[in-house]
């Protein structure tokens, strides 16, 4: 459908509600005069009661926060003491120096890797489970 035949069709259908609107007011000019005063009447009441009502976007609180004065200074609670021996950051290295190994690299012994094998044996095991 073309856009030139839907506006064609528009202004058909509006020219047709013209005519019907006319043919009616010339026949009952008392009642077509009341529904036009009472259409603009309501009009009027919507768009006053749109203007009155207040919009809660706008609503604005009447209390003010009183502003805050200090009767002290303000103290530090006091918290667990730091051990001396406790480092709470270091400075990161691309590389680690034997004494950097030493402090903080730990060797495993056969203990701790036969416990991690198990372990990684165990995975394995739970992973396949009755796999053929």
Known sequence: MELSSV??????????????????????????????????LVLLLIILLLCLLPSGKNKKSDYVNPPLKLSQELEIPQGPEMPNNYT?????????????????????????????????????????GAAP
């Open 7 to 40: 506006f064609d069709t528009i202004k058909e259908k509006i020219t047709s509600l013209k005519e019907k609107v006319l043919d009616f007011y010339e026949e009952n000019k008392i009642t077509a005069i009341l529904i036009a005063g009472l259409s603009i």
């Open 88 to 128: 709470i950051s270091r400075e990161n290295r691309a590389s680690w120096e034997k004494e950097d190994a030493k402090e903080w690299f730990t060797i495993p012994g056969d203990k701790e890797i036969n416990a991690l094998s198990q372990t990684n044996e165990n995975m394995i095991n739970e992973l396949l």
